[in-house]
């Protein structure tokens, strides 16, 4: 604003007085200022208002009275014309003070009287006009540009009074509401709010009004047409010096489109939300590095995980088995390079408590906005389809009533089995087996009873078998076992009598007790067949024979076997029986001194009292007990009941030697030297007088060992005799290392003297070695006086046979002591 007219500035000055007389006064006044003025006069109103069209003036100096018209006409007309205010100075000889009151009120500047008027006066009031045009000018330019941003802006502007009356609104605001300025000015505009938005507006808006802050607020106004927009509506306070708020000035922005979108994201994201949380499928988003963002609840569910949030930045190969990273990291390298969708998998996961999860994995590649990637895994829980195969290979290779294997899952097992076999050459057996007499109850006592019967012959054969063999059923009342891994017939042929006999047991079926018996034909792999194919076969065909011969029984593939294995097994369980309960007894057959005519000795030979097959040889029982280790305890017997006998002799004054046969396979018995020593000790029999028997077996094998042992023996005093000499393999050179008391020439080549001259010249040549090594002979076998003559001419020391005696009962042979000692 400006002071003072500046001094360089030419003022353009209108003065309208008809007045001749007053109107040279007044230019006179005006030239005699000092402030540089362009003079325009008239006289008239019209001429003043015609000036006033072509030119603009800095002022006009008007007087009231006028020939044309009143002063106040002028003032409007000036008042309306002009562009820019132009200040009036009324000069005027009335001095009325209501007229003066009356033009002020029309809009002058100032009023002067004509009379007395001075030129300072005059040049005062025109420079306050000057300053006074400059600062309406400014404020008219100000209220312009408002009044264009108003209206230029996008927005719906509007101001109110602290109460809420509208005292402004834009074009925009008219244009949109379809509401008149006029008819909006000095009323509030709520009701132009969606009902729905109007508590949430008057919410915030008296939160500003108790606060004086800006005010804030998302609401639908209604369109002329009665649509509702989304507008963001703001209002600041506009505040005087002491800081009341004297006006709100406000806006409202249309976000509709914002809104909509905003709302269809909102919408969308409570769609996924829903989608996520409720998929039976478990889901995980993760971030490039595995690290999980979100999973949802069927995902915690599967891996017993209730929320990530306890286990932050868990990442999602907490899940995976060491083994499986390398696998998983490939399958995702895979997922980038080839720029896959996704990628799919079964994989095993491990859960929250380390429990293994089959599971179908999906990952894909998301990009969730520009650059930034993540993953999302997928898992599917397999373990009930898992399990649900598992049920269909076990209906494909099980019999559903028993629960056994079928034929198929038989077939594998052999075949199995078989390449097996030829690694490490084990055999196996194959037995089939069936039910005597099954149809007969399965038709009598009904289906059910007959299924019942199934199910517990086969819990009977299972409870009968070791952990790894097995037993399938082929249907009916046929089943089929393997015994694996079986080292001797006899113990094939015991689990099958014990199969049998488990079977008869009676057995509870529908109120009645039922028995029934179960035959079994046996193969083996692979003297019988190998291939399934042909063990079944044979088997069957075993089990064919075994039915014919008798229910309730069995039979070997190779029926020769049968017998003989059937035979091993009674004798078995029949020397044990024979061993506790002492059922054998010695015989003693002399030895005869060929000089002397005389019995010197007498070789104590086992006899067994079986209580049905009566008195048994060794030679039935011996080898067997030999086989099985029985031979320990029947030995010791035999030693100990030798020497107690002896010892009874000696007592009764015939003082001859006992020799006892042991077999080859107590020299691997560290304890025989006790054995040896306990019944001669305990039966105070003296060891010279006891003649251990061995055989040429003893050197086939652990020689050296028996060598020493043998010697040891002979150290204790215990006397050697060579059993069956000739029939064996001993080699001089052993024969002369332990050098034996005694030389038994065997039974064969006696019976043979005579027949080929070989024999007689084997004979003649053992008894030249007894000149060599000092020993003396001893002929089995003397059955002839042939034999007899031939021997005593050789010049054998001792001879045993039939031809002197056979083997006595003790008591008989006592008999014969006794007579020989009284033909004496
Ligand atoms: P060995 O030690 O060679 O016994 C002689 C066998 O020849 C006896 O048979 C005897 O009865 C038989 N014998 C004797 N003279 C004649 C004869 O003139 N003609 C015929 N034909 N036979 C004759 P035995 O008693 O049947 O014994 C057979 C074998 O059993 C014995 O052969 C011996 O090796 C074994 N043995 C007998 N008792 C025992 C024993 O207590 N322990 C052990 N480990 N083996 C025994
Ligand atoms: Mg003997
Ligand atoms: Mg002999």
């Not at 598992?390 to 294997?405: N, Q, R, S, V, Y």
Request: negative net charge; proline residues 3%; contains cysteine.
């Amino acid at each position: 604003m400006q002071a003072a007219a500046s001094a360089d500035h030419l003022y353009s000055i209108l003065v309208v007085e008809d007045d001749d007389v007053d109107r040279e006064k007044i230019l006179r006044l005006l030239k005699k200022s000092d402030i540089s003025l362009k003079i325009h006069e008239e006289s008239s109103a019209v001429n003043a208002l015609k000036a006033l069209q072509e030119k603009e003036f800095s002022c006009a100096i008007i007087d009231y009275h006028l020939p044309d018209a009143l002063g106040s006409d002028l003032i409007e007309a000036i008042n309306r014309h002009k562009k820019k205010p132009t200040p009036i100075i009324m000069i005027s000889g009335n001095n009325d003070e209501r007229v003066v009151a009356n033009v002020m009120r029309d809009g002058i500047f100032d009023y002067l009287p004509k009379r007395d008027l001075e030129y300072q006066q005059l040049q005062k009031t025109l420079e306050a006009s000057f300053a006074w045009a400059d600062n309406e000018q400014q404020l008219n330019e100000i209220h312009t540009r408002f009044s264009q941003l108003a209206e230029g802006l996008p927005q719906l502007i509007w101001t109110c009074t602290p109460n809420g009356d509208c005292d402004f609104v834009n074009k925009r605001w008219c244009d949109f509401t379809g509401i008149k300025a006029e008819q909006q000015l000095g009323n509030q505009w709520i009701r132009q709010i969606h009902p729905d938005d109007q508590i949430e507006f008057l919410k915030s808006w008296k939160k500003s009004l108790k606060s004086g802050n800006e005010m804030l607020v998302n609401i639908r106004i209604c369109r002329f047409d009665g649509e509702y927009r989304w507008f963001d509506t703001r209002a600041t306070a506009q505040k005087s010096s002491d800081g009341k708020v004297i006006r709100w000035l406000g806006s409202n922005t249309d976000i509709t489109e914002i809104e909509l979108t905003r709302q269809a994201l909102i919408n969308s994201e409570n769609r996924f939300h829903a989608a996520f949380d409720h998929a039976p499928l478990g889901m995980a988003l993760t971030d490039i590095s595995g690290t999980i963002l979100q999973i949802n609840p069927a995902f915690g569910t599967l891996l017993g995980i209730e929320s990530i949030n306890k286990l932050s930045t868990l990442n999602i190969d907490y899940f995976y088995q060491e083994t499986d990273k390398v696998f998983i990291a490939q399958k995702i390298n895979q997922l980038n390079a080839e720029k896959q969708k996704n990628i799919q998998f079964e994989i095993n996961l491990k859960n929250n408590e380390n429990t293994i999860i089959p599971i179908l994995m999906s990952i894909a590649l998301l990009n969730t906005a520009k650059f930034t990637f993540c993953y999302l895994f997928q898992i599917y829980d397999l373990s009930e389809r898992k399990r649900y195969e598992e049920e269909l290979k076990k209906l494909a290779h099980f019999d559903p009533l028993t629960g056994l294997g079928n034929r198929l899952k038989l077939h594998e097992e052999i075949e199995f089995l078989i390449a097996q076999s030829h690694r490490n050459s084990t055999p196996f057996a194959v037995l089939f087996g069936d039910l005597d007499h099954f149809k007969r109850i399965n038709d009598g006592l009904g289906h059910e009873a007959g299924d019942k019967l199934l199910r517990t012959v086969s819990r009977r054969l299972k409870k009968g078998l070791r952990r790894g063999d097995s037993i399938a059923r082929l249907g009916g009342d046929e089943f089929v076992i393997l015994l694996k891994e079986v080292a001797r017939y006899e113990s094939v042929v015991a689990v099958t009598e014990k199969l049998i006999n488990s079977i008869k047991r009676p057995i509870k079926l529908s109120g009645t007790t039922i028995h029934i018996g179960m035959s079994f034909g046996i193969a083996l792999f692979p003297t019988d067949g190998d291939n399934a194919k042909t063990l079944l076969r044979n088997a069957d065909s075993a089990l064919y024979d075994a039915k014919a011969k008798e229910r309730g029984s069995y039979q070997l593939y190779r029926k020769e076997l049968t017998e003989y294995v059937h035979n091993r097994l009674l004798l078995d369980a029949d020397l044990r029986n024979a061993i506790a309960k002492k059922q054998f007894e010695l015989y003693f057959q002399p030895v005869i001194d060929f000089d002397r005519q005389a019995i010197v000795s007498a070789e104590a030979l086992i006899r067994w009292h079986h209580p049905l097959r009566g008195l048994v040889p060794p030679g039935d029982f011996i080898p067997y007990a030999q086989e099985t280790g029985l031979i320990t305890a029947i030995d010791e017997w035999a030693i100990n009941e030798a020497c107690r006998l002896g010892a009874i002799c000696h007592q009764q004054g015939y003082p001859i030697n006992i020799s006892v046969n042991i077999s080859a396979r107590q020299f691997q018995n560290q304890l025989l030297l006790n054995t040896l020593s306990d019944a001669t000790n305990g039966n105070k029999f003296k060891p010279e007088n006891l003649i251990i028997e061995i055989t040429e077996q003893l050197f086939l094998e652990n020689t050296e060992h028996n060598v020493k042992q043998i010697n040891e023996i002979k150290t204790l005093g215990y006397k050697i005799s060579l059993d069956d000499f000739g029939v064996g393999f001993s080699s001089l050179s052993y024969i002369i290392r332990f050098s034996p008391h005694y030389l038994k020439i065997d039974r064969s080549f006696i019976a043979k003297i005579g027949e080929a001259s070989e024999h007689d010249e084997m004979v003649r040549a053992i008894l030249g070695l007894s000149k060599i090594i000092p020993m003396q002979v001893v002929v089995e076998g003397v059955e002839t006086s042939a034999q007899n003559l031939f021997l005593t001419n050789l010049g054998c020391h001792f001879a045993q046979g039939y031809l002197y005696s056979r083997p006595l009962k003790f008591d008989s042979f006592m008999e014969l002591l006794s007579a020989q000692h009284q033909t004496r």
